[in-house]
């Protein structure tokens, strides 16, 4: 599940919640049109079958029926027949009592408790279980039901996070903040979902109009729609394109798709949006949410924020690795430029696919060109002459859900390696290597295409740090016939490597018209200074979509000097910003990004009261004492600084992070024994941190540990080859033991890294003089 610091942050309740909340509704006009909004109302499915009585027929069987549903007889799948299951010393037992559906498991004291379970979550392969707790939180359980076959290891409870021993109070237990199911799953389960998280109280009062994912989730509140067609009084007015419904999901109205000669289709009439894409992106998306509007939900820039290509959820060739769901990966492919859409291949009321197996590639890609052994060189009907098998690998979540990437590419062993990502071959023939697999490709195809993601060695290089990841980077970076998300995951990459370079590249990409572009290349200038934020960001502050006016709004801040208008649209622009946040109040990362930003507009009592505020809500978000004990340090009491440190460590022994800022408020108290004590220690704890070993060195040195010093920089090297920081300081040290010649090794590196950079050439030239 997400862990991660939502889109940039507030404590401070009363007007500041008051002035956030207006602009917000202001933003999305809900005040100025306050009456047609109470007009438009979710009805529920059930009100949809009179007229489309096929769709819902086929909605009443899929997984978006069965999203989420109260626990019965009828809806629960487990073994509640006193089964028992235990794991890390703690035996779990399921029952039933009075009707009712039960576990005892061990709770918020670690003790072992009874708990209802209220509901049931998902259908297969697996199937979760939802408790309710005090305050209105619902929470997952973290052993959930296989519901595959026996034959195919199901039926069987199982625990969610089989590596790792979860005890109260972590917040991956089942109680913790990390399972909150009105956080981190609701949304997507059910129609209409609002958390109504109280700050004053911290509790929730969630609500749905449908516990599951109904008609309206994806059309929108329908009671415009059913006035029309039910010729209500009044219902005329909804006689337009949309029919009674914000938005028309009809990109594939009157489109078909001819076959060419070549045995490839094409689309008959040129995508001009992706509403239907975005709309399904809503939930089938790695994303960051900010708004639960309902004009707002279903057009995606207006209420998430989608992630990028980013390292970790994604191989650098942009292969799914975390739960990274579809949109990502789709987004990047051939097909999604070629104007497919979800619905090409889906039936969007039932889930399945239009046709089962290669025949439903083959309604584009004509069956007796590719359907081959010819073209997939496998036995027909055999595992590898499935499509997917080479061009939508799986990936297992969650033990046993197997997932298709849907970046729809073409295999390249090749990459494996020497990037090390996978691929679709060497998961099936998992005792040949990928050496093997590319020779096959290569004596299949002696010319083999290269597929549509080219971005790999450049995302591989920029991750990396390495040389030539700035040019890399560029390149594909004002490429237009890369993929928006390519484009936009480049520039984000490329805010790694500050040059002028970047920064014009960013300049110029603020006018590409993908909003997940503008918001990369807004990252690069919110680093300008203050003439050039500016110049480039104030016309974003009226952009079309939220997403990038809130983006603009933080990069402004520090204050550029903005008046009149510009102030205006500012001002507007940075309250819905923060009313972005407190959408997500109840997460701890709301309240350090709200921290930060009032700290840069100069009001540290207002951070504290922000960080403060993440403390309470999740000790474990060290993130937080670490912020607030630099605003204490800012305001000349390091002393406080100290004490909040130490705390913090108590609440998260062995915590790096902590241990590294403690060892720097030891540093300023000049208690340098202490100091080196914990540096070390963060080190130890976090071995593959340069900026840790940095320090650490840097330390070292300049109490006379000259030796000690080089050793820590050349350990840290060894995971961090790249890292400027620590080459600059083996140089120096280098220099002053006079090993030029280790230094101009390491400083002929960093001009590689560095090309443009004059200190570097300065440094060699003088290394260079040396060596004669």
């Not at 089962?356 to 997939?376: K, W």
Request: net charge neutral; with cysteine.
């Amino acid at each position: 599940m997400l862990r991660e610091v939502l889109l940039p942050r507030i404590a401070l309740l009363g007007i500041s919640l008051l002035i956030a909340a207006m602009a917000a509704a202001v933003e999305s006009g809900s005040l100025a049109k306050s009456e047609k909004r109470a007009e438009a109302k979710f009805v529920g499915s059930q009100a949809c079958v009179t007229c489309h009585a096929v769709e819902h027929a086929q909605w009443r069987y899929s997984h978006h029926q069965a999203a989420m549903q109260e626990a019965n007889d009828k809806t629960v799948l487990g073994d509640f027949d006193g089964a028992i299951f235990t794991k890390d010393g703690i035996e779990s037992t399921f029952f039933k009592r009075d009707g009712k559906y039960w576990v005892r498991t061990d709770g918020l004291d670690g003790k072992l408790a009874d708990f209802e379970i209220r509901y049931t979550f998902g259908l297969s392969p697996l199937q979760q279980y939802l408790i309710a707790l005090p305050g209105g939180r619902i929470q997952a359980l973290g052993i959930a039901w296989d519901a595959r076959p026996k034959k195919d290891g199901g039926q069987r409870w199982y625990h969610l996070y089989p590596d790792q021993d979860l005890r109260a109070g972590n917040p991956l237990h089942w109680t913790g903040i990390d399972q909150n199911w009105n956080y981190q799953c609701a949304w997507c389960h059910s129609t209409d979902l609002q958390k109504n998280y109280d700050v004053r109280s911290r509790t929730f009062q969630t609500t749905w109009s449908e516990i599951n994912v109904g008609c309206e989730a994806c059309h929108g509140p329908a009671s415009h729609h059913v006035a029309w067609a039910t010729k209500a009084d009044g219902g005329e007015q909804y006689g337009g394109p949309g029919k009674g419904f914000n938005l028309s999901l009809d990109e594939r109205r009157d489109v078909t798709w001819p076959m060419r000669a070549d045995g490839q289709a094409a689309r008959s009439l040129p995508r001009t949006s992706s509403k239907e894409v975005e709309v399904c992106a809503t939930c089938h998306s790695r994303r960051q949410q900010f708004s639960s509007d309902p004009d707002a939900a279903r057009r995606l820039f207006e209420a998430f924020r989608p992630s990028l290509l980013e390292a970790g959820l994604y191989h650098p060739d942009g292969q799914q690795r975390d739960e990274v769901y579809k949109y990502g990966s789709f987004v990047q492919s051939k097909m999604y430029a070629a104007g497919v859409t979800c619905s090409d291949c889906h039936n969007p009321h039932s889930g399945k696919l239009h046709k089962s197996g290669n025949a439903v590639c083959a309604q584009c890609h004509a069956s007796e060109t590719f359907d081959t052994a010819a073209h997939h060189h496998h036995p027909i009907g055999s595992t590898g002459a499935q499509c997917t098998a080479c061009h939508m690998p799986a990936t297992t979540y969650m033990s046993v859900d197997a997932r298709h990437d849907h970046s729809l590419r073409i295999p390249r062993p090749d990459r494996s390696i020497v990037l090390g990502t996978p691929n679709a071959c060497s998961t099936c023939h998992t005792d040949k290597s990928a050496a093997w697999a590319r020779d096959e490709i290569r004596a299949w195809y002696p010319s083999p295409k290269p597929g549509a993601q080219d971005f790999a060695e450049a995302f591989d290089l920029g991750d990396r740090r390495a040389p030539g990841a700035q040019q890399a980077l560029a390149a594909v970076a004002t490429d237009s016939s890369e993929s928006n998300i390519a484009r936009a995951s480049a520039l984000a990459r490329l805010r790694n490597f500050p040059s002028p370079e970047a920064l014009d590249i960013a300049t110029k990409s603020l006018t590409i018209e993908d909003p997940l572009v503008r918001v990369a290349a807004i990252s690069i200038i919110a680093g300008a200074d203050a003439a050039t934020r500016r110049s480039n960001l104030v016309p974003l502050l009226r952009d079309k979509w939220r997403l990038v006016r809130m983006e603009a709004a933080r990069a402004l801040v520090p204050d550029v000097g903005l008046l009149g208008d510009e102030r205006a649209a500012f001002d507007k622009a940075l309250g819905v910003y923060v009313a972005g946040q407190l959408f997500n109040a109840e997460r701890p990362e709301t309240h350090v990004n709200l921290g930060n930003l009032y700290l840069e507009q100069g009001k540290p009592d207002a951070a504290r009261a922000s960080f403060r505020t993440a403390i309470e809500l999740d000790n474990r978000f060290v993130a937080a004492n670490i912020a607030l004990a630099e605003v204490e340090r800012s305001q000349g009491n390091e002393a406080a600084a100290q004490k909040i440190l130490h705390d913090a460590l108590a609440d998260n022994p062995k915590s790096a992070p902590v241990e590294h800022a403690l060892g720097l408020s030891l540093i300023r108290q000049k208690r340098i024994e202490g100091a080196m004590e914990y540096l070390s220690r963060a080190v130890e704890h976090a071995p593959e941190n340069a900026r840790f070993a940095y320090v650490l060195a840097v330390a070292l040195h300049d109490t006379g540990k000259w030796r000690e010093a080089t050793e820590v920089l050349k350990t840290a090297l060894l995971s961090n080859p790249y890292d400027r920081e620590l080459l600059s300081a083996l140089v120096s040290y280098e220099m002053e033991a006079g090993n030029s010649t280790a230094a101009l090794e390491r400083a002929e590196l960093l001009d590689q890294l560095e090309p443009n950079n004059p200190a570097i050439s300065r440094l060699l030239a003088r290394l260079r003089e040396r060596m004669r």
